[in-house]
């Protein structure tokens, strides 16, 4: 199926039967490698290959995907596209020209993963694995899953628009079990009720992920990864239950202070859930403290929310959302924008073609602010300041919206202004307005994530990460079972 073909359709169609018509052509090459107690049961490989229709006409749009490339098909669709919105006039506004320019790839590729052999990928997994079990004498089991990703895709608009992007990545997904003699740590299993039974168990995992080739496993950081992993899993054994309470709340620089963000704020600033946030139309207002400044920012070398177009063609750009605390833009793929009369911001991102585009969130973080002066130390500062608290150095998932939570899956008491002793199972709540302006103090050093992980929404699942400064929320509820 000829790309020039497809823009001559997508051409044909803009003015008369739609407003705008874009296709999305997706070619992908996948390879899982499952290791598991050191060994492996051999590779998976799978390709897939379609073409998402994305067509607007009126205030309406519709969405439609096949895994049959031809043009015969794709007219089929356009003919299908038309009879589902019949209903809505046209417009009578023409798309405005798109002017193509080259894009540097912020993720460039030295070794794709297809060149290498199977057996490379094995060895990868045997090596970290023995990294692994060399870490604690506690870890019982391992399951290693190794992934990598080669994604061609080009989107071609009746505006104009034709886009090319590869993206390639590769991760390993680490699974541990730790235990000892009374307590376990199970990274498949579900925390069970307190009291019911003398072991302790805590679902736990991560992936190792890379937005490169090959050469991600060059200098063995993958081992150091895993290893820094068991032996966090290892401290969490004998952790205390964390404490109840409103309390002040530290979220440690890098992706604990930015999955916050993420969570919190994030959400709330996409187009595509914008109708049922509670900042909606607050450009210009002030909605956090001073200190507080978000970028959201999909040009980033080598992270893994990075590329050089999002999937409707757009290049990606570096978004002010929050800056001095003042709201200054929402993320918007082409929909929101029409929809909110906002500028587009290269935020229109889908798991593959079966998805439409969404607006969604790319590399987030948190800025830092410089201390009025180099004796200062804001990061230690806001520790020393706290007579008790909660330092957060890593956070799960949770939900966000007019009010939010957070799991931490790492924390330790403050008791007097010093690191006391680490606790779990604690829950973060709070009113999303409320507790952005209650961030009193953000640190003076940036950290970025290391890696990436998926965020899920309408359009499927999408490569993100989540970094910043430390940060400190004045008084957070916290959901604890000690006292």
Do not use: W
Request: proline share 5%.
């Amino acid at each position: 199926m000829n790309p020039e073909d497809i823009s001559i359709l997508m051409q044909e169609c803009a003015g008369k039967d739609f407003d705008f018509a874009e296709a999305f052509l997706e070619e992908t090459d996948e390879i899982q490698i499952p290791f598991q107690n050191g060994s492996s049961s051999g590779a998976a490989a799978a390709s897939r290959q379609g073409t998402g229709l994305h067509l607007f006409r009126g205030s309406r749009s519709a969405y439609l995907y096949t895994n049959q490339n031809s043009l015969s098909e794709i007219r089929r669709l356009l003919a299908l596209g038309r009879e589902i919105l019949s209903d809505s006039p046209l417009t009578g506004t023409p798309q405005r020209v798109i002017n193509q320019t080259p894009v540097t790839n912020p993720c460039p590729v030295l070794t794709y993963p297809s060149e290498v052999a199977v057996s490379d990928k094995i060895r990868i997994l045997r090596d970290m694995d023995l990294s692994a079990r060399s870490a604690s004498s506690l870890l019982r089991s391992l399951s290693l899953d190794y992934f990598d990703t080669d994604q061609r895709i080009t989107v071609i608009g009746s505006d104009g628009t034709f886009a090319q992007d590869r993206r390639v990545s590769t991760r390993i997904r680490i699974l541990p079990v730790l235990s000892s003699q009374t307590e376990s740590l199970a990274a498949s299993q579900v925390s069970s009720q307190a009291g019911s039974s003398p072991e302790k168990k805590i679902g736990y995992f991560t992936d190792f992920t890379r937005s490169c080739g090959f050469e991600a496993y060059r200098d063995g950081a993958q081992n150091e990864f895993v290893q820094t992993l068991i032996r966090r899993m290892e401290r969490m054994l004998y952790a205390s239950p964390a404490p109840s309470g409103r309390m002040p709340v530290v979220f440690d620089a890098g992706s604990c202070a930015g999955t916050f963000f993420h969570e919190a704020l994030g959400h709330a600033l996409e187009s595509a859930g914008l109708s049922n946030s509670p900042l909606a139309g607050m450009l210009g207002q002030q909605i956090a403290s001073e200190a507080v400044t978000v970028i959201d920012d999909g040009t980033m070398p080598g992270m893994y929310g990075s590329s050089c177009f999002d999937d409707e063609g757009f290049p990606r750009q570096k978004n002010i959302l929050v800056e001095k605390g003042i709201l200054k833009g929402y993320l918007t793929d082409r929909l929101g924008s029409l929809q909110y009369q906002l500028p587009r911001t290269g935020s229109g991102r889908r798991q593959n073609y079966t998805f439409a585009p969404a607006s969604r969130m790319s590399n987030t973080y948190v800025a830092p602010v410089l201390p009025a002066s180099e004796a200062e130390n804001p990061d230690e500062e806001m520790i020393r300041s706290i007579p008790l608290g909660l330092l957060m150095t890593q956070v799960g998932g949770g939900e966000s919206g007019r009010s939010f939570s957070l799991s931490a899956q790492e924390a330790f008491l403050i008791k007097n202004g010093q690191i006391d002793r680490q606790v779990s199972g604690a829950i973060l709540a709070g009113d999303l307005k409320e507790t952005l302006m209650k961030i009193d103090r953000v640190g003076s050093r940036l950290v970025l994530e290391d890696g990436g992980a998926f965020c899920g929404a309408s359009s499927g699942l999408v490569p993100t990460t989540t970094s910043g400064a430390r940060i400190r929320v004045s008084e957070l509820s916290v959901g604890g079972t000690g006292a």
